[in-house]
């Protein structure tokens, strides 16, 4: 029981972990709401999502590789929200200089955000997945010249 216990502690620790961007950009999204802020918020967000980015990278929580995945999360995030204010599904009827056909550039990082989740979320699993098979392998080739 107490292994269970541990295995489950461990793997919501790390689900936690693979949140922090994710968490990060809304707790963004909730203080803008509510502070006065000196520059439109759409534009706020934007500069602020990108700091978290630049920290993400700096304090090597992201690698090079994963910023690459993420940025194609937020480029393909902008796509659809350019798609969904062309067709009316909704609208950001806040004011900004860094909207792009009527799109902030700040909502792709909430796409970004659940690219950063993915690339967290697996690199432990592949490191997992990997090591056992390398043992298995090494186990197999021991097998093979004992015979």
Same mark, same amino acid.
């Given at each position: ?30 203080? =803008? ?21 630049? @920290?993400? $990278? ?24 350019? @798609? ?22 700040? =909502? ?36 093979? $010249?004992?015979?």
């Amino acid at each position: 029981m107490r292994f269970f216990a541990a295995q489950m502690f461990r793997f919501a620790w790390a689900e936690a972990k693979s949140c922090t961007f994710a968490v990060a950009l809304f707790a963004g999204l909730a203080a =803008s709401s509510v502070l006065p802020l000196p520059i439109p918020r759409y534009d706020a967000l934007l500069f602020y999502a990108v700091a978290v980015t630049v @920290i993400f $990278r700096a304090l090597r929580w992201e690698s090079t590789q994963e910023m690459v995945v993420i940025a194609g999360f937020h480029l393909v995030g902008l796509g659809f929200e350019m @798609i969904k204010v062309r067709l009316g599904s909704w609208s950001y009827p806040e004011d900004a200089y860094t909207k792009v056909g009527g799109v902030p550039l700040y =909502s792709g990082f909430l796409y970004a955000a659940v690219g950063s989740y993915v690339c967290s979320a697996w690199r432990p699993s592949v490191a997992e997945t990997v090591q056992p098979g390398l043992h298995t392998a090494t186990a197999a080739g021991s097998a093979a $010249r004992e015979v």
